[in-house]
């Protein structure tokens, strides 16, 4: 199990020990429970964005009132009195730990309960997250203070260096697709507060400003993986002219169907804004779309390239929405080329994405270089 002193405090100092079941019995060690909870609150961490997750859920939270848990196996956890868990405990009346997907980015996350409501509390564990949750806090704040925006986000605040987020399914918001037109009304909404200019050059020279320091994955058949997503990124970079005007917004970074809710009124909820910041235009619509493509539905590449541009399709000219499309999906490949080289250890979702990306990037390559556009050049 990962270090855990930001969540418990140090393991000498004065305070209690706690039994948790650890989930699950084998394998990545992903939750942490009480075990005087009957419920399986550490599953409410889990996005229900998939028929599969739901009926999981359902079948858990069920056997959870009958007082059967999944499988599981118990540990002993020395919680210090200072600590934050230590004054969740007395604050809150239901608490579970999901311990966070491996690699740099990686946090904890607490499902927290009380009488009125229930928060989503990110605890950082390194300097990365204390990073993205700040980020994410200034985000949440400065939205809430747009009135367009603010019915699209959560509430925050502060439990010591934690971000509490609200768990926005108490006012009846739920995980369910959201169509088209309520897509691209969250993209302009976005992008009309945001809005700038910039040459595709600069934002090549941002994506890849790590590239040159980047060290092949120590396993070679991940490198194997990561080298020609990062190729066909290279390659597609350099069909547009460095000069070249790219619209760009704050985007929300990850606008995925698990992180995005829809409340009683039918309008969305808006979760999860860590990765807030500059992107391409129709970065969140594409990202909507590729997103569940890949991960969920396991599309094939040529499926997954029309369902996207038909998601701006008669908003701007078709060879434009590709050169945004082919935007998108580099600045994806080079971003987490570099966060899954300083990755142990990747999903098997990790290489879907990998291939696929390429293959799609492969594909624009061949459409962009019909139209003899001058090359980029570093």
Not at 66 to 94: D, H, M
Not at 108 to 136: G, H, Q
Request: glycine content about 4%; proline content about 6%.
């Amino acid at each position: 199990m990962i270090k855990l002193h930001a969540l418990f405090g140090p393991e000498d100092a004065p305070g209690q020990s706690g039994t948790f079941r650890l989930f699950p019995r084998r394998g990545r060690d992903r939750w942490l429970l009480e075990t005087r909870f009957r419920r399986p609150w550490h599953l409410e961490t889990w996005p229900q964005a998939s028929r599969r997750a739901r009926i999981i859920y359902c079948v858990a939270q069920l056997l959870g009132m009958l007082g059967i848990q999944l499988p599981s196996r118990r540990v002993t956890v020395s919680i210090s009195n200072g600590s934050l868990y230590a004054s969740l405990r007395v604050r809150f009346e239901a608490l579970g730990i999901f311990l966070g997907t491996p690699g740099p980015n990686r946090k904890v996350v607490i499902f927290a309960k009380d009488k009125d409501r229930s928060w989503f509390i990110k605890v950082p564990i390194n300097d990365k997250t204390r990073a993205l949750a700040k980020s994410e806090g200034a985000a949440l704040e400065a939205l809430a203070a747009d009135e367009s925006l603010a019915p699209l986000v959560p509430r925050c605040h502060w439990i010591e260096d934690a971000l509490a987020v609200e768990d926005v399914r108490a006012s009846g918001a739920r995980f369910a697709p959201l169509d088209q037109d309520e897509v691209m009304r969250v993209h302009q909404l976005l992008f009309a507060r945001s809005r700038t200019e910039v040459p595709f050059a600069e934002l090549i020279k941002g994506w890849t400003a790590q590239d040159v320091a980047a060290q092949p994955h120590p396993h070679p058949a991940t490198a194997a993986k990561i080298a020609p997503a990062r190729d066909a990124a290279y390659r597609f970079v350099a069909t547009i002219p460095a000069a070249c005007p790219v619209e760009c917004y704050e985007a929300h970074g990850d606008f995925t169907r698990w992180n995005v809710l829809r409340a009683r009124d039918g309008s969305a909820r808006i979760i999860d804004w860590e990765l807030i910041g500059q992107r391409p235009k129709f970065f969140d619509p594409f990202h909507y779309v590729v997103s569940q493509s890949i991960l969920v539905s396991r599309m094939p590449a040529d499926e997954i390239l029309l369902q996207a541009l038909r998601m701006a399709e008669g908003v701007v000219d078709s060879h434009v929405l590709e050169l945004y499309f082919g935007a998108y999906l580099a600045s994806q490949v080079f971003f987490y080329c570099q966060l899954f080289e300083a990755q142990e250890i990747l999903d098997m979702q990790a290489y879907w994405q990998l291939e696929t990306w390429s293959q799609l990037l492969d594909t624009l390559v061949k459409r962009q270089s019909t139209l003899n556009l001058l090359p980029y050049t570093p």
